[in-house]
């Protein structure tokens, strides 16, 4: 039974970084997708960024496109995100998630069947 656990999360001023982790317990081959899926309080799950199995394509939403960079070391079977100049409405727990095969519809959640617990981000102004 594959786990993930996320790490990294924390409270930082706006402007700052943070750097995400998300390790998998059991074996996550590099033939599957990845991505980190944020969700604030009274809104929905919203995707962020995702990896493709190889690693070579990654893709981001607009609203985090250039400030967050999404990269993975398949035999470390950890899959990281580091966000950079942050701002409050990144605030939200942030979630790592595992789509079995290659990346389809990447952003929307319903297509991911493995998540962790989840990681607080808090951006203060």
Do not use: H
């Not at 594959?2 to 996550?28: D, F, H, M, N």
């Not at 398949?74 to 409050?88: A, G, I, V």
């Amino acid at each position: 039974q594959v786990q993930l656990v996320e790490s990294g999360g924390g409270s930082v001023q706006a402007g700052g970084s943070l750097r995400l982790s998300c390790t998998a317990s059991g074996y996550i081959s590099s033939s599957n997708c990845m991505g980190w899926f944020r969700q604030a309080p009274g809104k929905e799950r919203e995707g962020v960024a995702v990896i493709w199995p190889g690693g070579g394509s990654v893709y981001y939403s607009d609203s985090v496109k250039g400030r967050f960079t999404i990269s993975r070391d398949n035999p470390k079977n950890t899959m990281y995100l580091q966000m950079d100049s942050l701002k409050p409405e990144d605030t939200a727990m942030y979630y790592c998630a595992v789509r079995w095969g290659q990346c389809y519809l990447p952003l929307m959640a319903s297509e991911y069947s493995i998540w962790g617990q989840g990681t607080q981000v808090t951006v203060s102004s």
